[in-house]
């Protein structure tokens, strides 16, 4: 076993209190959003309907993930934290940056690396704010000066970094960037079969916990992503592989942690789902490609999604942001898919981050200025729009359905819960604390992570 295999961290996601014998369960429980044979709240407050709150030692993006007796949270940058799902009580707390993942004498050895390297870094990034204003001053004015001036930066630049081959392991351990404020590490929510947790950090350590918080295995990837949000896109487990996009997507073994495969598809924001051709599983990425689980192999492409996920239900897969597009989903998954738009739509609205729910043959999906379009899920035509105010912040949060509702949260807090059908009916609308992280649902709970609380919810039937 090697040094990296030592364990780490996860991140979370919704399976019901029985859950254990079900497939795997993962972001938005298996990627759909809907949460069947659930009597969930319909009213709430930081002050009214609240079972229990939780407080957080920092916020995190990621779903809280339900198994057994347990639920599992996150919390910048890089912890995980178990609690009864009864009382919120804390069980165990783990932390998974670098250092506490790798074995110390080898740390010792990659954090002179870091030293030495940091040095080049800094003098990078002063050569680089540079550049930035020569470039702006050659956007107003020929300058002959600033351009003979660029050109030895651009040079110097060059040298800097051709340093750092002498520094491997420093490269290798570097922290990606990302946005701090509304993204960080802990946007990825994890994967779980309720005998163990698989999670994916923003530092691109990929972790195997079992539910008594004891780590199985840790494998750091060799990915650097470049986006400045830094990485959202969520793992998926498939017939024993565990499938993680970050630059490139790669195939671990889920009991081992072991690569199985490793292409270089591109980075993708909003996380794939797993769906079956024929007898083979198939990993639908929010990039456009879709891949064979068992070998990794692109059988299609199609238009990506800038920032939400795709959905499959049936027979159809649906991409669905600024154009949305049905796909029938082949019979077998051959080498090369010949893919049937069954309809194209636009929906109402010019960005959509949070990924769309479908359910009873409609589609319900929200652009980010809280514009909602419901569409036909057999044509795509359009069953109504209705612009919903949900307050001054943006929708990032993805659409759930619960007991035959529909629940829209804005990064304000406001939760608007709809009846799902043909016509707009709003039910009722709540408030909470700012909150990014979807709501998972189970029995007549509701869990929502906000920054500071994971607050556990009732109000259903069994409450009333």
Same mark, same amino acid.
């Given at each position: 076993?090697?040094?990296?295999?030592?364990?780490?961290?996860?991140?979370?996601?919704?399976?019901? /209190?029985?859950a254990r014998a079900e497939s795997p369960q993962g972001w938005r429980r298996n990627g759909s959003g809907v949460y069947p044979n659930t009597d969930p709240p319909l009213e709430?407050?930081?002050?009214?309907?609240?079972?229990?709150?939780?407080?957080?030692?920092?916020?995190?993006?990621?779903?809280?993930?339900?198994?057994?007796? %347990?639920?599992?949270?996150?919390?910048?940058?890089?912890?995980? +934290?178990?609690?009864?799902?009864?009382?919120?009580?804390?069980?165990?707390?783990?932390?998974?940056?670098?250092?506490?993942?790798?074995? /110390?004498?080898?740390?010792?050895? +990659?954090?002179?690396?870091?030293?030495? $390297?940091?040095?080049?870094?800094?003098?990078?990034?002063?050569?680089?704010?540079?550049?930035?204003?020569?470039?702006?001053?050659?956007?107003?004015?020929?300058?002959?000066?600033?351009?003979?001036?660029? =050109?030895?930066?651009?040079?110097?630049?060059?040298?800097?970094?051709?340093?750092?081959?002498?520094? /491997?392991?420093?490269?290798?351990?570097?922290?990606?960037?990302?946005?701090?404020?509304?993204?960080?590490?802990?946007?990825?929510?994890?994967?779980?079969?309720?005998?163990?947790?698989?999670?994916?950090?923003?530092?691109?350590?990929?972790?195997?916990?079992?539910?008594?918080?004891?780590?199985?295995?840790?494998?750091?990837?060799?990915?650097?992503?470049?986006?400045?949000? &830094?990485?959202?896109?969520?793992?998926?487990?498939? =017939?024993?592989?565990?499938?993680?996009?970050?630059?490139?997507?790669?195939?671990?073994?889920?009991?081992?942690?072991?690569?199985?495969?490793?292409?270089?598809?591109?980075?993708?924001?909003?996380?794939?789902?797993?769906?079956?051709?024929?007898?083979?599983?198939?990993?639908?990425?929010?990039?456009?490609?879709?891949?064979?689980?068992?070998?990794?192999?692109?059988? $299609?492409?199609?238009?990506?999604?800038?920032? $939400?996920? /795709?959905?499959?239900? &049936?027979?159809? $897969?649906?991409?669905?942001?600024?154009?949305?597009?049905?796909?029938?989903?082949?019979?077998?998954?051959?080498?090369?898919? =010949?893919?049937?738009?069954?309809?194209?739509? %636009?929906?109402?609205?010019?960005?959509?981050?949070?990924?769309?729910?479908?359910?009873? &043959?409609?589609?319900?999906?929200?652009?980010?200025?809280?514009?909602?379009?419901?569409?036909?899920?057999?044509?795509?035509?359009?069953?109504?729009?209705? %612009?919903?105010?949900?307050?001054?912040?943006?929708?990032?949060?993805?659409?759930?359905?619960?007991?035959?509702?529909?629940?829209?949260?804005?990064?304000d807090g406001v939760t608007v819960v709809l009846a799902a059908g043909k016509k707009y009916r709003e039910l009722a609308r709540n408030e909470l604390e700012y909150f990014i992280?979807?709501?998972?649902?189970? &029995?007549?709970?509701?869990?929502?992570?906000?920054?500071?609380?994971?607050?556990?919810?009732?109000?259903?039937?069994?409450?009333?």
């Amino acid at each position: 076993m090697n040094w990296f295999r030592v364990v780490c961290v996860v991140v979370c996601l919704s399976v019901a /209190p029985d859950a254990r014998a079900e497939s795997p369960q993962g972001w938005r429980r298996n990627g759909s959003g809907v949460y069947p044979n659930t009597d969930p709240p319909l009213e709430w407050s930081v002050d009214n309907n609240v079972l229990w709150k939780a407080p957080m030692p920092a916020r995190s993006n990621a779903l809280p993930v339900l198994t057994g007796d %347990r639920i599992f949270v996150c919390a910048e940058p890089f912890t995980l +934290i178990c609690l009864d799902a009864e009382d919120g009580r804390e069980r165990w707390r783990q932390q998974n940056d670098f250092k506490t993942l790798t074995d /110390p004498s080898r740390w010792k050895v +990659i954090a002179a690396e870091l030293a030495k $390297a940091k040095v080049i870094w800094e003098q990078v990034a002063e050569y680089e704010k540079e550049v930035e204003r020569l470039q702006k001053i050659l956007e107003d004015r020929d300058d002959p000066e600033a351009e003979a001036q660029l =050109e030895q930066l651009h040079e110097q630049i060059d040298q800097e970094n051709e340093k750092l081959a002498a520094f /491997p392991l420093a490269v290798r351990y570097r922290l990606p960037i990302t946005q701090p404020q509304y993204n960080g590490y802990t946007t990825a929510t994890p994967v779980t079969d309720g005998k163990h947790i698989w999670a994916v950090f923003g530092n691109r350590a990929v972790v195997c916990y079992d539910l008594e918080g004891v780590r199985v295995w840790s494998r750091v990837l060799p990915d650097l992503p470049q986006a400045m949000w &830094g990485h959202s896109s969520s793992p998926l487990l498939v =017939e024993g592989k565990l499938i993680i996009n970050i630059d490139a997507t790669t195939a671990l073994d889920a009991a081992t942690g072991e690569i199985v495969w490793r292409a270089k598809y591109g980075q993708s924001w909003g996380s794939g789902v797993r769906t079956q051709l024929g007898g083979d599983a198939a990993v639908l990425l929010a990039n456009g490609r879709w891949l064979r689980a068992r070998d990794g192999r692109i059988m $299609a492409r199609v238009p990506p999604l800038a920032d $939400a996920s /795709p959905v499959v239900v &049936g027979d159809t $897969a649906y991409y669905v942001g600024i154009n949305a597009v049905a796909y029938a989903l082949p019979e077998r998954a051959l080498d090369r898919l =010949e893919l049937k738009e069954r309809w194209t739509a %636009r929906p109402k609205g010019s960005r959509f981050y949070a990924s769309p729910v479908v359910y009873d &043959g409609l589609i319900y999906t929200v652009s980010t200025q809280h514009v909602l379009t419901v569409l036909d899920a057999r044509t795509g035509a359009q069953v109504y729009a209705r %612009r919903l105010k949900l307050g001054s912040e943006p929708v990032w949060a993805s659409l759930c359905v619960a007991g035959d509702c529909v629940y829209i949260s804005s990064r304000d807090g406001v939760t608007v819960v709809l009846a799902a059908g043909k016509k707009y009916r709003e039910l009722a609308r709540n408030e909470l604390e700012y909150f990014i992280a979807t709501p998972v649902f189970t &029995g007549n709970r509701m869990y929502v992570r906000t920054s500071d609380y994971l607050y556990c919810i009732g109000g259903g039937a069994e409450s009333r």
